[in-house]
C-alpha cells in the first residue's frame, strides 16, 4: 500500500536510512570565525553546550534517524541569533527547515529545564557582600543587590479576541522582568507577562516580590526605576528632588540602574530572534517566553564563559518598555523611611 508523501519524514526524502544519527556538519571541519559569523558563538562554547544538553537532546526517539545534539544545537543557535528559518542555514548543517524547527524547540525547551541552575541570586554571604560592593563601585550606591526594570517582546497575536497582549503601543508582546547584577549576568528572568500588564502590576504579581518580601536578604534592596512604586526592598528614584542629598541619590541610582538597560540592548544584539528586525516570534505566548527565556540562560552562560556581551553593537528594532506611569510616590511609611536614612547616610 502506498505511503501517503505527507507523513514522511522531510529529512528521509533528502538523506534516505542509514545511520543512526545525522552528522552532516562537523564542528571541527570550519573555523571559529565561521562559527561565530553563522551561529553567533565560538567552538568552545558550542562544545560546552553539547556537553550540557546532550543526554537531553539524545532521548530515545520513534524517529529512524535522531538528529545529533551537536546539530540540534547549532540549528537552534542559527535562529536565536539570527531571527529567521533560513534555508541556506538549514542547508548549512544539512537539515530541512521542518527539522531546523524541531531542534529550536528541542533545545530551547533543554535550555529552559536548567533555568534555574544559571539564573538565580546568590545565597553564600560572601558572593552577596561582593556583589553589593561591585555595584557601589559603579557610582557609590551602597547595599544593592540587583537592579530590575522590564523589557517588552514583540510576539504573534494568540487570536482575534486576547485583547491581554496587546501593549500600549497596539502591538502584541509579553513584559518580561529581568534583574541583573553589575556585570549584566541575569539573577532573575520572568518572562510571561502579557504584554497588556504595566510594569508595576506586573512587579506585583512576579515570583521576585514573594521572593524579596518572605526569603531574600534584609539587608540590601533592589533598584528600579519609577515605573514601580517604592518598597523596603526596592528603592526608586525621587520624583521631585530638592535637596543637594536627593539629587546626588538619583544620579547614583541613574547610574546604576543603566545596567539593566544595556543589558537589555545587549541580549537583543546577540539574540536577534527577539529585536524585531526579522518580524514577531511566530509562536505562542507560552512557546515565546521559552525561547525568550533560553536567550536568557545562554546570556548568562556566555558570560560564563567570558564572552564580551558590552560590546556587541545594539540595534535598531528594540520594544522597550516605555511605561507612562503616573508620578506618585508610594504610601509605604516603612519604605520612604528606608530610603530618607539611605539618603541621611550616604548622600547627605
Not at 560590546?311 to 522597550?320: I, K, L, N, R, Y
Not at 508610594?330 to 520612604?336: G, H, L, N
Request: hydrophobic residues 40%.
Amino acid at each position: 500500500m502506498a505511503v501517503p508523501i505527507a507523513v514522511l519524514d522531510c529529512d528521509l526524502l533528502l538523506y534516505g536510512r542509514g545511520h543512526r544519527t545525522l552528522d552532516r556538519f562537523k564542528l571541527e571541519d570550519v573555523t571559529d570565525e565561521y562559527l561565530v559569523s553563522t551561529y553567533g558563538f565560538p567552538r568552545q562554547f558550542i562544545c560546552y553546550l553539547v556537553d550540557l544538553l546532550g543526554a537531553t537532546l539524545s532521548r530515545p526517539t520513534q524517529r529512524s534517524r535522531a538528529i545529533s545534539p551537536e546539530t540540534q544545537i547549532l540549528a537552534a543557535l542559527g535562529f536565536y541569533t539570527s531571527g529567521s528559518f533560513q534555508t541556506r542555514m538549514g542547508d548549512a548543517i544539512g537539515i530541512s527547515q521542518a527539522s531546523m524547527s524541531r531542534c529550536v524547540a528541542n533545545v530551547t525547551e533543554a535550555l529552559v529545564e536548567r533555568a534555574s541552575q544559571f539564573i538565580h541570586f546568590p545565597k553564600d554571604e560572601a558572593t552577596v557582600q561582593s556583589l553589593k560592593e561591585d555595584f557601589y563601585g559603579l557610582a557609590g550606591m551602597p547595599g544593592v543587590l540587583g537592579v530590575v526594570d522590564c523589557t517588552h517582546v514583540a510576539i504573534k497575536a494568540p487570536n482575534a479576541e486576547d485583547l491581554s497582549y496587546v501593549n500600549r503601543k497596539g502591538l502584541h508582546s509579553l513584559n518580561c522582568l529581568m534583574v541583573c547584577d553589575s556585570r549584566g549576568v541575569l539573577l532573575s528572568a520572568e518572562t510571561h507577562w502579557p504584554g497588556s500588564l504595566a510594569d508595576c502590576a506586573v512587579l506585583e504579581q512576579a515570583a521576585l516580590t514573594s521572593q524579596f518580601e518572605t526569603e531574600l536578604h534584609k539587608d540590601g534592596w533592589l533598584l528600579g526605576d519609577s515605573s514601580f512604586l517604592l518598597r523596603t526592598w526596592l528603592m526608586t528614584p525621587l520624583h521631585i528632588p530638592e535637596t543637594p542629598a536627593e539629587y546626588r541619590y538619583n544620579m547614583a541610582h541613574s547610574a546604576t540602574h543603566n545596567v539593566i538597560e544595556r543589558t537589555f540592548r545587549t541580549i537583543r544584539a546577540r539574540f536577534r530572534c527577539l529585536d524585531g528586525s526579522k518580524g514577531t516570534l511566530q509562536y505562542s505566548p507560552e512557546k515565546s517566553s521559552h525561547i525568550i527565556l533560553a536567550c536568557c540562560v545562554l546570556h548568562n552562560i556566555s558570560l560564563q564563559h567570558g564572552l564580551d556581551v558590552w560590546s556587541a553593537p545594539a540595534t535598531g528594532h528594540v520594544e522597550q518598555s516605555e511605561e507612562e506611569y503616573e508620578q506618585t510616590e508610594s504610601m509605604d511609611s516603612e519604605a520612604c523611611r528606608v530610603r530618607q536614612e539611605l539618603l541621611l547616610t550616604h548622600f547627605s
